[in-house]
């Protein structure tokens, strides 16, 4: 099967990605400061490509490419790859890329499983505006989710094995919300309300209950809940952080749900 | 003070039983754990509703229609029972989601007064305010002009207010104050939303308009009338669905309002009803043409005559799409014909059949037909199995019908002259399905989905910045103390990190107003030094 010039970026871009592990790995073994910036350049190097590849799959298709699984898992590794170089950089904590590529790594395998021929011709219900802001701000809003469950991981295992005072602890606890803090409100402006708003406009109803709304729904009240816990009962550090791993397993579920329930959100792949 | 004591109100009254109820009820919904439980309850009841409910293919009333004959089997007693047949509307769910807005409001009143005053007030530091860990201090010999620093922090959107007293010049500044409100506006946006989402999926109603060019169809409690002008649907090079287009008219009376084209993403909106483009089919019973395919005899001396041997059954219905049609014998056909002549026959039109006395027309088309009874009868709106009841004439006289069926041509039945003949194809009639809804409390939810963003930015993107400064002489130089409130006393590392990183980079240039540029704080946060 002939491969697009779009997917030949996104393999590339994987490949570099696992490096990027290599990287970080090196770097927590050896201590040298040097692997974890490799490690760093090559998270702004794949998210380059991912970037490129964005772009001329749009030329190929004609249309945004957000339609597909596998374009929205592309750009959710995107943001998450994207959100852990600005992370790092700004912290220069470059023990969060061991914990967080492989979560990026993750979702770019699962991406490149899921079919990549390009569709030229949108259904006529993604024929809207509404595509680029609700699938986009979605995507980037579980993309920041999967960073936080990345932190998350990281926290467990520094308070696992004792290697982190609690102000350092408290640092990791709070990227770990901040994660969180970008992607929520990307997630209930865009995947939630823009979503809506589209409904009402191609469907005739805010909100049918179809199984990726209820997913979403059940996703967004989660981080409800997780934002309620830590303001209003204090649960920060631990019980916060497993909380938000959680969470990501849930936005994982919904999108594989996808595969399994169909409904009205299955369009390019499934159903 | 004993318990009893505790009970009476701020005027000494005993509170009445009904005052009591509504006091607990409202520490209950109020309680943020509440909240937290009826949210978990919700999503649990969300997870089981799409994964197990909705997997069930027979609950409720299908159940009870399925079932029939073993109502008093526990499973299926259960499944019409128990299990609802919209997990997301029936009353168990509902009732969560009123759970869930009661404690939104409890929360939003109790909270309402803290928040508003937050939002709102500049507030004066507190006396020890600069002698605690969170201060940063510096020392300079350059005396402060107090409107460098008040006009820098202004430009920057902050709120100031200023005091001299005993000596001292005291700034207070606010930036972004009504960031405290997201909260509450996103408490209530989510009220009005699960209100508006009630009230419409209580009250509103959806139906389902199948249109053909030319159709008509009242809206609803209006004096409004929707005519179909024409539906296409444009496909692409690769016969992919590119859009289906419903062009309609909208009549009051006599009179034309509205002309438009409805697509999917482009719905017609008139008072409070709301026409979609939902689907689109092949009209069950009608065609636009019909290709049949007969054996044209050479000569025409050797025309076939009519079949007799069925006389006595019943016509069928004419024109009735779902007419008790009988099921005459059956006529084998071969496929290969000598000569094969292909005609068009229109609904309404007479066509001669080439060396033959005979003339077809279309009587009746089944898009999906099944035999029930010895009858042919409609048997679903697909297109899974087309039927064609063919009328033959002979001059004026009607002579007998013939069903041919598209997929299978060796199998006419009928009473119709022996001409060999198939059905070779047809022009389906396409009807346009337009949902027609009403929208109550749609209001509600714009309303709600409105005040909830605005919530969602001011919650996140916005942060209110509280800076406190202070500037007086001391010991020939002047002390400048600056206390960005928001930094956490209890950790000090943490705290000053958070102020190094982002906190007061802005702080730190209105300072830079007042000191040599460059210059490193003498007492940072955390260093707990009473000045």
């Not at chain 2, 709600?448 to 930015?457: C, K, P, Y």
Request: aromatic residues 12%.
């Amino acid at each position: 099967m002939n491969q697009t010039f779009d997917v030949t970026l996104f393999t590339i871009a994987f490949a570099v990605y696992v490096a990027v592990f290599a990287g970080f790995l090196l770097r927590n073994l050896t201590r040298r400061t040097v692997f974890g910036w490799i490690g760093v350049a090559g998270l702004l190097v794949g998210s380059v490509l991912q970037i490129i590849a964005f772009f001329v799959r749009w030329n190929l298709s004609g249309h945004i490419p957000l339609v597909s699984m596998h374009e929205y898992s592309s750009v959710m590794s995107w943001m998450a790859a994207g959100t852990l170089a600005i992370t790092i950089f700004r912290t220069r904590r470059f023990e969060l890329g061991t914990y967080v590529s492989p979560i990026v790594i993750a979702i770019m395998a699962m991406a490149s499983l899921l079919p990549t021929q390009i569709n030229q011709q949108l259904v006529p219900a993604l024929q809207s505006y509404w595509l680029y802001i609700h699938v986009s701000m979605a995507a980037l809003g579980e993309g920041a989710f999967a960073v936080s469950c990345g932190i998350s991981i990281y926290y467990l295992v520094r308070e696992r094995r004792r290697t982190a005072t609690p102000a350092e602890l408290a640092r990791i606890d709070v990227l770990n919300h901040r994660a969180i803090s970008i992607g929520y409100p990307l997630f209930t402006l865009g995947g939630l309300f823009a979503g809506a708003i589209w409904a009402y406009n191609a469907w005739g109803t805010f909100w049918s209950w179809d199984p990726k709304e209820v997913g979403s729904w059940i996703i967004w009240l989660f981080y409800t809940g997780y934002l309620h816990a830590r303001f209003q009962r204090g649960w920060r550090g631990r019980p916060a952080a497993i909380l938000s791993i959680i969470g990501f397993a849930m936005v994982i579920l919904s999108f594989v749900g996808n595969l399994f329930l169909g409904g009205k959100h299955a369009y390019e792949d499934v159903g | 003070m004993d318990t009893q004591d505790q009970r009476l109100d701020v005027k000494g009254r005993r509170p009445s039983p009904l005052g009591e109820v509504v006091r607990a009820l409202y520490g209950l919904f109020s309680d943020p754990r509440f909240a937290i439980i009826i949210i978990i309850a919700v999503a649990i009841a969300s997870i089981l509703g799409i994964l197990v409910v909705d997997q069930v293919p027979f609950r409720g009333e299908v159940a009870r229609q399925h079932f029939a004959d073993r109502q008093s089997d526990p499973m299926v007693w259960l499944l019409i029972h128990v299990v609802p047949a919209h997990p997301f509307r029936c009353l168990f769910f509902r009732t969560l989601l009123a759970l869930l807005s009661l404690s939104l409001l409890a929360c939003v009143i109790k909270r309402w007064r803290h928040l508003w005053r937050q939002a709102l007030t500049i507030p004066w530091p507190p006396a020890n305010a600069f002698g605690g860990r969170g201060a940063v201090v510096w020392q300079t010999d350059r005396e402060p002009l107090e409107s460098d620093v008040i006009d820098f922090l202004k430009r920057r959107l902050f709120v100031v207010r200023q005091r001299k007293q005993d000596g001292a010049l005291t700034v207070t500044a606010v930036r972004f104050g009504i960031a405290k409100l997201g909260a509450v506006f996103t408490h209530l946006g989510f009220l009005f939303l699960v209100i508006g989402g009630l009230w419409m999926a209580s009250s509103g109603f959806s139906t389902y308009l199948w249109l053909r060019p030319g159709d008509r169809a009242e809206i609803p409690e209006t004096d409004a009338v929707i005519e179909l002008v024409d539906f296409r649907i444009e496909m692409t090079p690769q016969g992919r669905i590119a859009d289906y287009i419903s062009e309609v008219r909208l009549w009051e009376g006599t009179r034309v309002i509205r002309e438009m084209e409805i697509e999917v993403n482009t719905p017609l909106r008139y008072k409070g009803r709301s026409l979609y483009q939902s689907s689109y089919r092949q009209d069950p019973t009608a065609v636009r043409s019909v290709d049949l395919v007969f054996d044209a005899p050479l000569d025409p001396s050797e025309s076939p005559v009519g079949h007799q041997g069925l006389q006595d059954m019943d016509r069928p219905a004419e024109g009735h799409p779902d007419a008790d049609s009988p099921m005459p014998p059956h006529k084998p056909v071969t496929e290969v014909f000598a000569n094969p002549v292909t005609v068009t026959l229109r609904p309404g039109e007479r066509v001669a059949l080439e060396n033959t006395p005979y003339a077809a027309a279309i009587d009746t088309f089944l898009v999906d037909f099944r035999i029930d009874g010895g009858r042919i009868r409609l048997a679903s709106h697909e297109p899974r199995n087309p039927a064609f009841l063919v009328n033959f004439f002979e001059g004026d006289s009607l002579i007998g019908g013939t069903w041919y069926f598209l997929l299978h041509p060796g199998m006419p039945v009928g009473d119709g002259p022996d001409i060999a003949m198939r059905v070779g194809g047809y022009d389906p009639v396409m009807q346009t399905g337009l949902e027609l809804a009403t929208h109550p409390g749609s209001a509600w939810v714009w309303l709600g989905i409105g005040v909830m963003s605005l919530g969602t930015i001011l919650s996140f993107f916005l942060r209110r910045e509280r800076v406190w400064l202070r500037v007086r002489a001391r010991e020939g130089a002047w002390e400048l103390a600056l206390l960005h409130v928001g930094t956490s006393p209890q950790d000090p590392g943490f705290a000053r990190a958070e102020w190094e990183k982002s906190v007061t980079s802005l702080a730190v240039k209105a300072v830079d107003k007042w000191k040599p540029p460059g210059g490193s704080p003498d007492r940072w946060p955390g260093q707990s030094q009473e000045t």
